[in-house]
């Protein structure tokens, strides 16, 4: 093959599209990978949204001014004084670019290390057939180029979705982007939207100074969560100083010198007014397929604005696929990854398997939220008969030593089979603790196989098996 003829292709470098080149280089095809996304000296940034606008900058923002507020309000039970406590914004945003730059310089090596060939621009689906291979442009700097590919990944993931007639200009009216951004705490801060973007990205400006305001939609707080972990989550917010509107109905927004005035209705049909020197908009994302060229190809987008695909990320054409945010489910950067490694194992003929329930969510506000499979409310509505076990933190030794005892662990499991159908915690280091849910589920694991294992003591994980124990009613430390 020339150094313009592939057997993969894939268009986008976040965690579905370099991972699905990476596993392909790994099964021995030639693969190349192009992607878009420029450092601010103008070079190549792969890692998508994720890395560079997303998970990995959001992560470094959170525990940059989670151990801020610690160092003010947590270290002085430990009997650590703090005086003239301080924070250098400039000094945390600058920390925040180096961890994305590691992240897009580790990608690059990666590429590097399995023979992925990189091509740093625009790609677009530009003709061809599954017979004669399928034809994308990528428009660089230095001009455009065509490549050709047996195969085609569509791995473009979303972009945030804008209120209607208020775009974002990342100054006053703020998407991820701009919130992950700011020089400074804003005195105001409104948020529009409190899901997982608006909760953490709100809780990082609160706990640097700005005084909060999140305006929900929804009548529920947290609907996907389990809804005792979404009572308990509301608690602890509101009680930090997060000011939560539920069923907030947003009218006009109006963008002056100084700020952002956003018109809205509160959940009893009273007109309200929130005047916040910055807003950021939450209000979820959207497939990024804006000139993708699907047009060329012949492939339509449905309803929603996502490429369609079956179960095994196939779409309507041969030989081009889509995984991530492109496409149905979940909107998160681990089920991308998935995804990628399953069609990457699928071209190579091979038959993997994807479970999406047993795909874990994670909130990393504090407390973390995270849990997998099936809520409560879930269960009751589809009639299925289970038992619950929980177990509180304030119970676990381990985070008594830490001083924080928040929150709880929840385990579901089937009424007659024992099989576990979800696991939901609020508390210290859900993120980590809920991996042991995930691969129990995996294994279709009993509530009992959890608490029969022996966990180390004092640990957190303690927490998760004393729930297990919970779903027999035997726990045995609280």
């Known amino acids: 093959m020339s150094n313009s003829t592939f057997d993969v292709i894939v268009i986008g470098a976040g965690p ?17 990978c192009i992607d878009a996304w420029r450092n601010a000296a103008g070079g190549p940034a792969p890692g998508g949204t994720c890395t560079n ?43 925040r670019a180096a961890v994305v730059r590691q992240n897009n310089e580790g990608i690059l090596y990666l590429f590097k290390k399995n023979k992925v060939s990189f091509f740093h621009g625009n790609g677009r689906l530009a003709g061809g057939s599954a017979e004669a291979g399928w034809q994308v442009a990528v428009a660089g700097k230095d001009g455009e180029q065509t490549l050709t590919g047996n195969q085609v990944i569509v791995a473009t993931g979303s972009v945030p979705r804008s209120l209607p007639g208020v775009e974002f200009d990342e100054d006053r009216v703020l998407s991820n982007d701009g919130a992950l951004a700011l020089a400074a705490a804003p005195k105001t801060l409104g948020v529009i939207g409190a899901g997982v973007i608006g909760l953490e990205l709100g809780s990082v400006w609160r706990r640097l100074g700005a005084q909060v305001t999140l305006l929900e939609a929804m009548p529920d707080f947290l609907a996907a969560a389990d809804a005792q972990v979404a009572k308990e989550a509301f608690k602890q917010f509101t009680r930090q100083g997060l000011d939560i509107q539920l069923g907030a109905k947003i009218g006009a927004v109006q963008l002056g010198k100084s700020g952002v005035t956003v018109e809205w209705t509160d959940a009893k049909g009273q007109a309200q007014t929130l005047k916040v020197e910055r807003l950021i908009v939450s209000v979820g994302r959207k497939p990024n397929t804006a000139g993708l060229g699907l047009e060329a190809v012949g492939l339509a987008l449905d309803e929603r604005g996502f490429i369609p695909v079956d179960a095994d990320c196939r779409t309507a054409l041969p030989g081009i696929w889509a995984i991530g945010d492109v496409v149905r489910g979940p909107m998160l950067a681990h089920k991308a990854e998935e995804e990628g490694v399953a069609v990457a194992e699928r071209i190579a003929g091979q038959k993997p398997h994807v479970d999406f329930n047993t ?80 691969v129990a589920m995996e294994f279709k694991a009993a509530a009992e196989d959890i608490a029969r294992i022996c966990h180390a003591h004092p640990t957190l994980s303690e927490a998760l098996k004393e729930a297990a124990l919970g779903v027999d009613n035997r726990t045995l430390n609280f």
């Open 16 to 32: 579905g599209g370099y991972i699905a080149a990476i596993r392909a280089a790994q099964l021995g095809l030639s693969v190349a």
């Open 53 to 95: 606008v997303g998970c990995i900058p959001s992560k470094a923002l959170l525990q940059s001014s989670e151990l801020f507020e610690q160092a003010g309000h947590g270290f002085k039970a430990h009997g650590i004084g703090v005086q003239g406590l301080t924070m250098d914004v400039a000094a945390m945003q600058a920390r």
């Open 359 to 438: 795909v874990p969510w994670v909130i990393y506000t504090h407390p973390e939220i995270a849990w997998v499979g099936q809520t409560e409310q879930a269960l009751k509505a589809a009639g299925r008969a289970y038992k619950a076990g929980s177990f509180p933190f304030m119970a676990n030794g381990r985070a008594r030593a830490l001083g924080d005892t928040t929150g709880f662990v929840k385990v579901l499991a089937d009424a007659s089979s024992d099989e576990i159908l979800g696991v939901h915690i609020i508390g210290p280091m859900a993120s980590e603790l809920i991996a042991e849910a995930a």
